[in-house]
């Protein structure tokens, strides 16, 4: 029997055609799109949610624990009746507030009420340990939800993870992964944007920066009407590989990078990435990397490294696909002197670069160091103005002045809670603009001549693919004149 809430998106996964690889290559890459749109009985059901308050002592300081009340309260005013609901307090150790008998209930009106009475009737106190706030919430998934159910989670901390170990989150971490979405805020300025990274990318969630505390609410409003939104609870990639073929990796690029090769797992022959849930018109792309011993392949022969499954789980507990499966096909090529450079993966890597900058450029201002913080700043500003990144480059601007000697520095005086958040957008990519995932395409194909009189299959290409001479760089268009390499156009 097909499941109403799995069916009632229509998914595609769409992959690049065959990569081309260089014979000593041992590394073969992939861009995996998954998109979601909405058929015509799409609607989000029931879900479950779980709003986690941190109630440690230091919320009672400029008002934050009154304001986060008011967020929670108005959080709770926008669900739908009949979701499932359960307010933790995030203390050391977590604690149900409501129901008072712990679980999860449904809503209802009265339930509204009830709940929002335990919520400003809370006091701060304790510490800060969110490992114990996650094990909780992932209980109270596991006893009162079904398999299919939408299990959702949103919590916001204004400080540090001081009252537990590092080890002791990843650990909660791991026995969450793939069990429920987390969405996580900081607030103010005294939390740590790599835990609230290592939450988010390891239970599928978003992260922000709530620097202004009465932005909360506000926050809290939007961030429910888009989690009410979901419609699947739980999807994955399935690759089966061929034996001369290992997984490196699998990293989603876009719109938020995520390192995903951790919580991967195997089973079947196959090896299980959890990709969360979903909601119409949500898209990802995912970048797939195989190893494999140059030798063991062919040459000129296309070979099938992987086929690749998008599977969601349905209401009876088992997994079924959602979408057409796609192959992976490589080719390793004769000539050694071959190379094929992709624009799409030399922007993905690109993309990382201007990540990695912003992240430096926290660190170092975070560990008090101007000077390098000052450097990765420029770093960052000169990556995401070649990548025409505005958002990114709207913020890095924002934390930048010119110096005496014009070249842009960070402001002095930022509010720790600016620099955070500098740290958590380096992950948010984005869309990939559509003008640069592929140059243009000619209506007649045209193919291009190395001076040796060899013609190549494409004109995007530059070497050529029989003797791996190399094509000067040429700003003609299709049909032009090949700087240093022959004609364009096929004979």
């Known amino acids: 029997m097909e499941d109403p809430a799995a069916s009632s998106l229509r998914f595609s996964l769409d992959m690049g055609t065959v990569a081309d690889q260089a014979l000593g290559d041992d590394r073969a890459d992939a861009l995996l799109t998954v998109s979601a749109a909405s058929s015509a009985r799409a609607a989000a059901g029931a879900g479950a949610l779980v709003l986690i308050m941190d109630t440690s002592l230091s919320m009672t300081n400029r008002g934050k624990l009154d304001e986060a009340k008011r967020a929670v309260c108005a959080a709770i005013d926008t669900l739908h009746e009949g979701t499932r609901l359960a307010v933790v307090a995030g203390s050391r150790p977590a604690e149900v507030i409501y129901p008072p008998g712990g679980g999860l209930v449904r809503v209802t009106t009265a339930v509204k009420a009830a709940a929002k009475f335990e919520v400003i009737h809370q006091i701060a106190g304790g510490g800060t340990a969110i490992g114990s706030w996650l094990a909780c919430a992932r209980q109270l998934f596991a006893e009162g939800t079904a398999p299919g159910t939408v299990r959702h989670a949103v919590l916001y901390t204004d400080g540090r993870n001081e009252h537990e170990t590092s080890e002791q989150l990843d650990r909660t971490l791991a026995e969450c992964g793939d069990q429920f979405v987390c969405d996580a805020r900081g607030l103010g300025d005294d939390w740590d944007y790599k835990v609230l990274l290592r939450i988010t990318q390891a239970l599928h969630g978003d992260p922000k920066a709530v620097v202004r505390i009465a932005d909360l609410t506000d926050d809290f409003t939007r961030l429910m009407r888009q989690a009410q939104r979901v419609v699947v609870g739980r999807t994955r990639l399935d690759l089966r590989l061929d034996g001369r ?56 022969e296309e070979i099938r490294a992987a086929r690749v499954w998008l599977r969601a789980e349905h209401g009876d507990g088992t997994w079924q696909e959602c979408a057409e499966s796609r192959p992976l096909v490589v080719r390793r090529r004769a000539t ?127 070497f050529c693919e029989e003797c791996g001479e190399p094509f000067a760089r040429t700003d003609s268009v299709p049909g032009g004149a090949a700087a240093g390499g022959g004609p364009v156009g096929a004979p």
Not at 384 to 410: C, E, I, K, N, Y
């Open 245 to 300: 073929f290992q997984l490196d990796f699998v990293r989603q690029n876009r719109p938020v990078e995520a390192e995903l090769t951790g919580q991967s797992y195997a089973s079947d022959d196959e090896v299980h990435v959890p990709l969360g849930s979903w909601s119409p018109g949500d898209w990802a792309q995912y970048q797939v990397s195989l190893r494999y011993a140059p030798e063991s392949l062919p040459v000129e």
């Open 336 to 462: 050694p002197a071959f190379r094929n450079v992709r624009l799409d993966l030399t922007r993905v890597e690109d993309l990382r670069e201007l990540n990695m900058a912003m992240r430096a450029c926290a660190d170092a201002h975070e560990d008090g160091d101007v000077d390098r913080a000052d450097e990765e700043l420029r770093t960052a500003v000169e990556l995401a103005t070649a990548l025409d990144d505005p958002t990114r480059l709207a913020l890095l601007h924002a934390m930048a002045v010119s110096g005496t000697d014009g070249r842009l520095r960070m402001r002095r005086g930022l509010p720790r809670g600016e620099v955070q958040r500098l740290g958590l957008e380096s992950t948010r990519t984005g869309p990939m603009p559509a003008d640069v995932v592929d140059p243009p395409i000619p209506s007649t194909p045209r193919r291009r001549r190395c001076a040796r009189g060899h013609w190549t299959t494409s004109h995007w290409v530059n």
